[in-house]
């Protein structure tokens, strides 16, 4: 079993559309957790970050993270076409010494939003 | 945006042919990372690096070498390609100090094929 495992889609919905995107882990360990969206042909990029359990919220964007479950969702509100891109969750432990160090990836979700 | 930088962005080449991948970031940070992704798969930790004249091996095993000489510059040197080593290569940095999570930023990568 795979340390972290992302549906990798496509999900294909339709414009103005709430999406659900998630990943579920297997490493209790894990304490931080980021989503990354990468446009074809481009490297990832952060769009968010929580430590431990809870929501937060960015604009359309809102992470949550249910430790219990070990599953994490990105929403994604009032969905454009422009939001069309694969979703990376991406989450790393915290070392012994404090810090975190190193993220483990999940395979990502083809998202296509439908004008 | 992250200010890093990977050239050449598309790279064809011959087998046996030795490559360099550049990577340049203006951010500051120490630590920096090389990351494999096929198509469809999770990005796989090659190398990375903590700072200047230190170099680690990530997860995957890869043929391929680094070095950090400057705490903008990782290279990434292929002595011999081969066709298996087709693949996009992705460049990240990140300001992680112990305590805070390991919140990496990606450049545009390097689409490579060797034929």
């Known amino acids: 079993q795979k340390e972290v495992e992302q549906d990798p889609g496509p999900l294909s919905v339709p414009e103005g559309a709430i999406v659900s995107l998630n990943c579920t882990y297997s490493n209790s360990a894990f304490q931080y957790f980021m989503w990354y969206r990468q446009y074809s042909r481009k490297g990832p990029e952060l769009l968010m970050y929580?430590?431990?359990?809870g929501n937060k919220e960015d604009g359309r964007f809102t992470a949550q993270v249910d430790k219990s479950s070990k599953y994490i969702s990105l929403f994604i509100r009032d969905s454009q076409p422009s939001d069309s891109a694969t979703y990376l969750c991406a989450m790393s432990a915290l070392q012994s010494g404090g810090g975190a160090d190193g993220l483990t990836f999940g395979k990502g979700t083809h998202l296509i939003i439908q004008p | 945006e992250a200010d890093i930088y990977q050239t050449p962005r598309y790279l064809v080449i011959g087998t046996g042919k030795k490559i360099t991948l550049e990577c340049s970031q203006t951010?500051?940070?120490?630590?920096m990372y090389w990351y494999q992704q096929d198509p469809g798969m999770e990005l796989h930790l090659i190398h990375y690096?903590?700072?200047?004249?230190?170099?680690e091996k990530g997860d995957l095993s890869s043929e391929s070498t680094v070095s950090r000489i400057r705490t903008e510059h990782f290279p990434l040197t292929l002595e011999s390609a081969r066709p298996s080593h087709t693949s996009q290569y992705l460049c990240?940095?990140?300001?992680?100090?112990?305590?805070?999570?390991?919140?990496?930023?990606f450049g545009p990568g390097t689409r490579l094929t060797v034929l």
């Open positions: 929580t430590y431990s359990s």
């Open positions: 951010m500051g940070h120490d630590k």
């Open positions: 990240a940095s990140s300001d992680w100090t112990s305590g805070s999570p390991d919140t990496q930023y």
């Open positions: 690096s903590y700072g200047v004249n230190s170099t």
